[in-house]
């Protein structure tokens, strides 16, 4: 395992398990980029979001495991030093609760040396992010960074995303009413 992501993954701290057992992380923004040469500050650390959205490796993990359960996006890289990479995980970082209300799950791969059943799968070229629906099925794949925003709207388009939309609408519009009616 690379010196970088050694320290990457040692900086994690462990959450209940999801899929196929492997253990899920809340990280922040300077868990990912630290280098062993610019160790991350503890005030940086203290001032991460509230949401924390899973990052997980794909070296042991399937995306059958995340089936209609979770929405994927894979971040492909040569390397965890790839800057583009870098500059992805800190984008996503920023805005981890919009990821989260989408039912997004972060796979990163930064080893093509370890042949991923995902990696595999996918194909990558070097950087490459590749969001994928709860259906299975790959929805978009781009070979530089995309801000939360981006994301974010390309999955409000989907199909399925759009029924979530609704009936969490009708769900709120139904609680709203039986609170209307018990104050009565």
Avoid: C, N, Y
């Amino acid at each position: 395992m690379k010196p970088v992501l050694v320290i990457v993954m040692a900086g994690f701290l462990a959450a209940p398990g999801f899929a196929q057992e492997t253990a899920a992380v809340a990280v922040s923004e300077a868990d990912i980029i630290a280098t062993p040469t610019e160790p991350a500050a503890p005030s940086e650390a203290a001032e991460m979001p509230a949401a924390a959205i899973e990052v997980l490796d794909a070296a042991e993990l399937s995306l059958d495991a995340f089936h209609w359960v979770k929405r994927p996006i894979v971040i492909f890289a040569d390397s965890p030093a790839d800057p583009r990479f870098q500059e992805q995980v800190k984008l996503l970082m920023q805005r981890p609760e919009e990821l989260l209300e989408r039912d997004v799950v972060l796979i990163t791969d930064t080893d093509p040396s370890a042949g991923s059943e995902i990696r595999k799968k996918l194909r990558p070229r070097g950087f490459m992010l590749t969001l994928i629906g709860k259906d299975g099925g790959v929805k978009l794949r781009k070979p530089f960074p995309w801000d939360v925003r981006e994301i974010t709207q390309t999955i409000d388009k989907w199909p399925l995303r759009k029924q979530e939309i609704r009936d969490a609408k009708a769900e709120a519009e139904a609680a709203a009413k039986a609170a209307a009616q018990t104050a009565r």
